[in-house]
């Protein structure tokens, strides 16, 4: 299949449009998100993949293109810390999710687009671009970006009167305070419970109680760090039980895929997480 042909199959608003993004990607950067490292760096064993192609439809393809290109454009806009130490309704948390932007201002800069990648020839391997290099042109657009979009205002009066919630350290109790209320307000929006209220709603064990639930990529992010800290303290085989749980298996489909002879040993080690997050919480 030609370049042609595949650039001809891809709709003006499809998610195709931010590949350039993904190979514009510092190496280092693309391997800690699952679905971007498994599209192919040769246009033509993408071109010829149906998997492939139904892989950059997704929605896991999207939210990963949006928060690893945010990553890369959020030191640029003048601000302290990680994009993650502020709010989800803050500028300085928004503003680098702007995907659309960036893939278009790449291009304008640099050239680097889709009609760029339908000239490669479909046996060549796309190598990755120098982190300087990345780093120097995405300083360049974002700047560009800013004065554009007319965000700099707004930046100004973000900085000049932040809210509680915004320009904290990281593992400050007010910090801490804002991703529960947030997530818990966002949850209850989804019907999704978060980790702290599966453990504050218990069952006749005193354990763990999991509703059947779904939520979207923004309304798990926020709390990842939380759930994250927490889940570093458990050991392997409850770190296992606990995610198992959090699907919603009951004790006895638990204790058959972890091999307990019944589901009385994994009551046990549910009461044991339980109070392990209570700990968690008070050191918190």
Request: include cysteine; charged fraction near 30%.
């Amino acid at each position: 299949m030609s370049s042609t042909q595949f650039a001809y199959r891809i709709p003006h608003d499809s998610n195709l449009n931010y590949l350039p993004l993904v190979y514009f990607l510092p190496q280092e950067l693309i391997c800690r998100f699952p679905t971007l490292s498994k599209i192919p760096r040769c246009m033509g064993v993408l071109a010829k993949s149906e998997r492939f192609i139904d892989l950059l439809t997704g929605d896991d393809f999207l939210s990963q293109i949006i928060d690893a290109v945010a990553i890369l454009a959020f030191p640029h806009f003048g601000f302290g810390g990680r994009k993650e130490d502020y709010t989800g309704y803050c500028p300085v948390w928004m503003f680098p999710n702007v995907i659309s932007l960036w893939a278009k201002l790449l291009e304008e800069e640099t050239g680097w687009g889709l009609q760029r990648l339908f000239t490669i020839p479909s046996t060549d391997v796309i190598p990755f671009f120098d982190t300087v290099y990345i780093k120097d042109i995405m300083k360049r657009i974002v700047k560009r970006g800013i004065t554009e979009q007319n965000w700099q205002s707004i930046l100004d009066v973000v900085k000049e009167m932040p809210c509680d919630e915004d320009f904290e350290k990281h593992k400050s109790k007010v910090r801490i305070d804002f991703y529960r209320k947030w997530y818990h307000t966002r949850s209850k929006k989804v019907k999704m419970v978060s980790l702290e209220e599966c453990l504050e709603n218990n069952d006749e064990h005193g354990v763990l109680y999991v509703e059947d639930k779904s939520a979207r990529f923004e309304d798990n992010v926020v709390a990842e760090d939380y759930y994250q800290a927490f889940k570093a303290r458990l050991s392997d085989k409850d770190m296992k039980i606990l995610e198992l749980r959090v699907m919603g298996l009951t004790y006895e489909e638990i204790a058959e895929r972890m091999g307990y002879s019944n589901h009385s040993g994994v009551i046990k080690r549910m009461r044991a997480i339980t109070k392990e997050f209570e700990k968690y919480e008070e050191q918190q």
